[in-house]
């Protein structure tokens, strides 16, 4: 699900950025990465199960949903996001298992 894609969400969003800014919600993205790589070596530690990683991952979708949405970038992103995809394509179509 893209959460630009629903209106009630990208109004959420835009109110976040009015009330605190830019810059916390920039402080947040760090913060909530953070908190995801952190998850993730608990998963892997069998501290944590998925359904704890995944709510990490949803603050982070979250957080640079907003970026991207308060800076007008969403046309960028979905380009860059397109040019990944397209790589990856290949990647697997080819059985490229080397990570490069």
Do not use: P
């Amino acid at each position: 699900m893209n959460i630009l894609d629903d209106s009630t969400y990208v109004k959420t969003l835009q109110e976040a950025t009015a009330l605190w800014g830019l810059k916390f919600q920039r402080e947040m993205v760090i913060e909530e990465c953070a908190e995801l790589i952190l998850s993730l070596r608990h998963l892997e530690r069998g501290r944590i199960d998925l359904g704890a990683v995944l709510v990490e991952a949803a603050d982070v979708l979250i957080t640079v949903s907003q970026l991207v949405n308060d800076n007008g970038a969403a046309e960028f992103m979905t380009d860059a996001i397109d040019e990944k995809m397209e790589r990856l394509a290949r990647r697997v179509a080819s059985n490229d298992s080397e990570l490069k």
